[in-house]
Nanobody
Framework: QVQLVESGGGLVQAGGSLTHSCAASGSIFAINAMAWYRQAPGQQRELVAAITSGGSTNYLDSVKGRFTISRDNAKNTVFLHMNSLKPGDAAVYYC????????????????WGKGTLVTVSS
């Protein structure tokens, strides 16, 4: 089975920084895209940042220049470095990965972490 295990949430003051990490483990043949989503109370889950296996990235407009997504393919791990945090960034952050478990799986399956809470105090 495949699992995504996240770490790095917490409480931070506005203007501060946090780094999330998410490690995929289990039966993994290949990982395509990896990403971070977030969901604030009463809001829909939104894509914050994504990165392909080749390193191409895209970001939510409101986090561009403040957040950086990166990945370590050898360790099946994705990171989200968050700088200049604002109260509006407070949410539960979820890790996502599109994973092929073996060579017979033509399409990658979607996997999610359980989420980590980020609280930003003003």
């Amino acid at each position: 089975q495949v699992q995504l295990v996240e770490s790095g949430g917490g409480l931070v003051q506005a203007g501060g920084s946090l780094t999330h990490s998410c490690a995929a483990s289990g039966s993994i043949f290949a990982i395509n895209a990896m990403a971070w989503y977030r969901q604030a109370p009463g809001q829909q889950r939104e894509l914050v940042a994504a990165i392909t296996s080749g390193g191409s990235t895209n970001y939510l407009d409101s986090v561009k220049g403040r957040f950086t997504i990166s990945r370590d393919n050898a360790k099946n791990t994705v990171f989200l470095h968050m700088n200049s945090l604002k109260p509006g960034d407070a949410a539960v952050y979820y890790c996502y990965a599109a994973i092929r478990r073996n060579s017979m799986e033509f399409h990658a399956m979607n996997y999610w972490g359980k989420g980590t809470l980020v609280t930003v105090s003003s």
